[in-house]
């Protein structure tokens, strides 16, 4: 990536939310609502609430990551200003990483109230929080490339179809693996929390803040898991999508 | 060199059934002309737009913008085109002054020259005072010169623009009109579609008529409504057979209880005109529009 590729990403990042930042403030609020909701039945129902806390980290990413991934390129074709900018000097990847950053950025005061309130009641420690850092931008890495996967295969659907696509990928990635509550919960088949990006990530982030024992072996694998998904989906998308269409 | 140029250009949309949507389009634009695509709906005109304008790959041909291949240099075409897609829509957050900063600097205009280039084109569509309203609240007319404004203010060598006055009042498509000359009279070269006959002929340097992608006719407007046998036309209101015509005579169009009568000439016409109002009908006679000679290419009646 060159000097005029990242600047054409922010760019970009910043048309997708500069404006929505300003007419719509709440849009921060009601980011970090959809991914604290499970908070509430965590808290009433007498669950971990630092296992909770760190799932609504990684949810925040994923549904973030899906939604920028499958949405925002749906609703760039309706309105056809993605016709506008592939006639424009601009690298389809500063497009991509462009409009995959935008959510991300009006996600970070949630991220960063969940990380704070994690840290302070223990279920994260300062020095987990490379880590944690590190693992959530492997998650929405890896969860905006299937995103995009799935958007260049929808391309003749309607945004509002799309839309529910979307937020059903979302809420299954961020809610049904383990990432509100412990993978030890699943028994024999905890090793279900490795193949999902997002309960992968909640699992790598408990055993660096400590509440998951994990031999290092297995965690190396969890990272490397993680790191080859994100590869694949994105080296498939790269792939199949086309800037031009033929 | 021409400012867009396309050789046996052919497009085929490979579906169920294959659509030839161009077929062998020859098209030579100049630089600094304006330059019109008139066709029906379906007749190719935004496939060859897109085509130029490095949106959508072309079957077979060769097709070119300021000399650079549209098909193996699309980043050096880009970097001299601007494009409004046809049936394009606004984002309602944006604002139209968000829409011309943010697409200006990703043409990589210096930012010292983006609020400049802004404000003028902003200016130009009569939008300054609506700059900072989210395009949630403006009109269907003033989103779409939000759009034309974003693209005034690029600096593109070539303007495409696909149907850019769809929707838009008589006042404000005069505007765009204008404004779209005075970039020519800067040296800009602007390809664009319409269905707004009588504009493009006054506004076109030269203009194509593109039927079932196939260039039937082009040239400057003047020229294009040479092409067809009849000079002028005469509106009759009232019963043609009073005047010994009939309906369904090829040179006749009905519209309600008004017939046009095309002619060949001017005497013809007077003539006519004085035969109806004799017979107490009222008539009137203009010469041939523009709109009259595309009617009958696309109906396949030419020299």
């Avoid at chain 2, 006042?171 to 390809?191: H, Y």
Wanted: hydrophobic content about 45%; proline content about 4%; some cysteine.
């Amino acid at each position: 990536m060159n000097l005029k590729m990242l600047k054409d990403t922010l760019i970009i990042t910043a048309l997708k939310s500069i404006p929505d930042l300003k007419r719509q403030p709440l849009m921060i609020f009601l980011i970090g609502l959809i991914s604290s909701l499970p908070l509430y039945f965590i808290v009433v129902f007498g669950g971990q609430i630092s296992y909770g806390l760190i799932g609504a980290m990684v949810s925040t990413v994923s549904f973030i990551g899906m939604s920028a991934a499958i949405q925002d390129v749906t609703w760039d074709r309706y309105v056809k200003i993605r016709e506008m900018i592939i006639a424009m000097p601009v690298h389809p990847l500063s497009y991509a990483l462009g409009i995959a950053l935008a959510p991300l950025m009006l996600s970070l005061p949630s991220l960063f109230f969940f990380g704070a309130v994690a840290t302070m009641l223990g279920a994260l420690t300062i020095s987990s929080l490379l880590w944690a850092t590190l693992a959530l931008i492997l998650c929405w890495a890896t969860v905006s490339s299937i995103g995009f996967l799935i958007s260049t295969y929808l391309q003749k659907s309607s945004p509002y179809t799309i839309n529910s696509i979307s937020n059903i990928l979302g809420i299954a990635l961020g809610f049904i693996p383990p990432v509100y509550y412990p993978e030890e919960m699943l028994g024999s088949f905890s090793w279900i929390s490795a193949i999902f990006p997002t309960s992968n990530t909640a699992s790598l982030i408990r055993v660096y803040s400590g509440s998951l024992s994990l031999p290092l072996e297995m965690v190396i694998a969890r990272w490397v898991i993680l790191i080859i998904t994100t590869a694949v989906f994105a080296a498939i998308t790269a792939a199949k999508a086309k800037w031009r269409e033929s | 060199m021409e400012a867009v140029k396309s050789i046996d250009l052919v497009k085929v949309y490979h579906s169920k059934e294959n659509v030839e949507a161009l077929k062998n389009v020859n098209l030579s634009i100049n630089k600094g002309e304006l330059y019109t695509l008139l066709g029906p709906n379906g007749a190719g005109k935004t496939t060859f737009l897109r085509i130029v304008s490095t949106q959508l790959l072309l079957t077979k041909g060769e097709a070119y913008v300021l000399g650079y291949d549209v098909t193996m240099q699309p980043e050096e075409v880009r970097k001299h085109i601007a494009v409004v897609p046809q049936d394009v829509a606004t984002y309602g957050n944006f604002t139209p002054w968000e829409y011309c900063y943010y697409f200006s600097l990703l043409r990589g205009i210096p930012k010292r020259d983006v609020k400049e280039k802004a404000e003028n084109a902003l200016k130009a569509v009569e939008l300054w005072d609506l700059r900072n309203r989210p395009c949630a609240t403006l009109s269907g007319g003033e989103k779409r010169r939000a759009i034309i404004a974003s693209v005034l203010s690029s600096d593109a060598d070539v303007l495409m623009l696909d149907e850019p006055t769809s929707g838009l009042d008589a006042v404000a498509r005069r505007n765009v009109w204008s404004v779209l000359r005075d970039m020519v009279e800067q040296g800009k070269t602007i390809v664009l579609t319409t269905h707004i006959m009588e504009e493009a002929e006054i506004v076109s340097d030269r203009l194509a008529i593109i039927h079932k992608g196939i260039v039937i006719a082009q040239g400057a407007p003047d020229q294009i409504k040479g092409l067809a046998k009849e000079k002028f036309r005469v509106v009759v209101e009232g019963n043609l057979k009073s005047l010994g015509l009939s309906e369904n005579d090829n040179h006749t169009v009905k519209f309600g209880s008004k017939h046009i009568i095309y002619v060949k000439n001017e005497d013809e016409a007077i003539d006519l005109v004085g035969k109806a109002l004799k017979k107490g009908l009222r008539a009137e006679t203009a010469p041939l529009t523009l709109e009259d000679v595309f009617v009958k290419l696309v109906g396949g009646e030419t020299d």
